[in-house]
């Protein structure tokens, strides 16, 4: 019993852990995960999403970077607007 216990707490500090660099929810993903743990697997396997203040997509790509990143870590274009 006390093993399962273990499992449930890793697994949804697991998926929180995941969850929170990808701009999604941490609470529900901890419960999600504490619930199937193998949703863990599904977190990591999700795209980023866009969050106000935290993210946005390369103009020229359309891959979602940092909001201060001075340039896409995917395509290597330069941020114009950090340059100015």
Do not use: D
């Not at 103009?59 to 909001?67: A, D, G, L, N, Y």
């Amino acid at each position: 019993m006390i093993r399962y216990i273990i499992l449930i707490v890793v697994a949804g500090i697991a998926g929180a852990v995941l969850a929170k660099p990808k701009g999604r929810s941490q609470l529900l993903w901890f419960i999600l995960c504490a619930i199937v743990p193998l949703l863990v697997v599904a977190i990591a396997m999700l795209p980023s999403v866009v969050a106000k203040g935290i993210n946005k997509k390369c103009p020229h790509c359309s891959e979602v970077i940092k909001e201060n990143a001075t340039f896409c870590k995917y395509c290597g274009m330069v941020n114009q607007n950090e340059i100015q």
